[in-house]
C-alpha cells in the first residue's frame, strides 16, 4: 500500500527557475507533512513542514502548499540555484511513524 | 548544532550474522526512530521509540530486529541473523515530538 504517492520522479530546472514537487496522501489520520533533502550519501535533511490547520508555510525560498479536502501538498522551490540539486522526498504521519514518498531528483542547470 | 550521529559508518556482514546499529540521538530528544533506505529507494520507516519502549513499528520490523536504549545516550538496531535483502542504509533518527532529524546513516551491505 503506497500511502504517499510523490511525482515527479525527476526535473530538471534552470538556475532563478521554480521546481515544484507534489505529493498526495491517503491517510486522513496524517496530521503533520515534512519535507525533506537528501544529498547522495547523506541522510535525509528536515526542510519545512507544515500541520493541516494551515494551507501554507514557507520559509526562505521553500513553500509549502497543502490542500486538505484534496489531500495533496507540493513544495516549491522559488529561484533555484545548483546547490539545490538533490533528491527531495515527501512525508506524511504523525509523532511516531512517516511515510515517505518515493523521492524526487531535481537536477538545477546553471 | 547538535546532530544525530551514527557509528559504523559502513557495516559489512555475512549472511546470518547478527549485526548491531548504533545511534546518538540528540540529547534533548525522547523519540526514536529507525529507518531504511534500500538504494535508490525511498526511506521506510521501520520502528519508533519512546518511553523505553516501542511505540510503533512496520511490517519489516519483524523478530529478527530488536532495539534497544542501553543507556542515556545511545539507541542501538540488532539484526540477529541477516539475510541478503537486509543490506541497505539505515537512518536512526530523533525528535523532541514531531519534528524528526535524522542521522548520517549506516549503510549495511551483507554478502
Known amino acids: 500500500q503506497q500511502q504517499v504517492k510523490q511525482s515527479p520522479q525527476s526535473l530538471i530546472v534552470q538556475k532563478g527557475g521554480i521546481s515544484i514537487i507534489n505529493c498526495a496522501y491517503e491517510n486522513t489520520a496524517f496530521d503533520y507533512f515534512p519535507w525533506y533533502q537528501q544529498f547522495p550519501g547523506k541522510g535525509p535533511a528536515l526542510l519545512i513542514a507544515i500541520r493541516p490547520d494551515v494551507s501554507e508555510k514557507k520559509e526562505g525560498r521553500f513553500t509549502i502548499s497543502f490542500n486538505k479536502s484534496a489531500k495533496q501538498f507540493s513544495l516549491h522551490i522559488m529561484d533555484s540555484q545548483p546547490g539545490d540539486s538533490a533528491t527531495y522526498f515527501c512525508a506524511a504521519g504523525n509523532d511516531y511513524k512517516l511515510s515517505f514518498g518515493a523521492g524526487t531528483t531535481v537536477t538545477v542547470r546553471a | 548544532e547538535p546532530e544525530v550521529t551514527q557509528t559504523p559508518s559502513h557495516q559489512v556482514t555475512q549472511m546470518g550474522q547478527e549485526v548491531i546499529l548504533r545511534c546518538v540521538p540528540i540529547?534533548?530528544?525522547?523519540?526514536f526512530y529507525w529507518y531504511r533506505q534500500i538504494l535508490g529507494q525511498k526511506v521506510e520507516f521501520l520502528v519508533s521509540?519512546?518511553?523505553?519502549?516501542?511505540?510503533?513499528k512496520s511490517e519489516i520490523f519483524d523478530d529478527q530486529f530488536s532495539v534497544e536504549r542501553p543507556d542515556g545516550s545511545n539507541f542501538t538496531l540488532k539484526i540477529r541473523s541477516t539475510k541478503l535483502e537486509d543490506s541497505a542504509m539505515y537512518f536512526c533518527?530523533?525528535?523532541?515530538?514531531?519534528?524528526?532529524?535524522f542521522g548520517p546513516g549506516t549503510r549495511l551491505t551483507v554478502t
Open positions: 540529547s534533548n530528544h525522547l523519540y
Open positions: 533518527a530523533s525528535s523532541t515530538l514531531t519534528e524528526q532529524y
Open positions: 521509540f519512546y518511553n523505553n519502549e516501542i511505540s510503533e
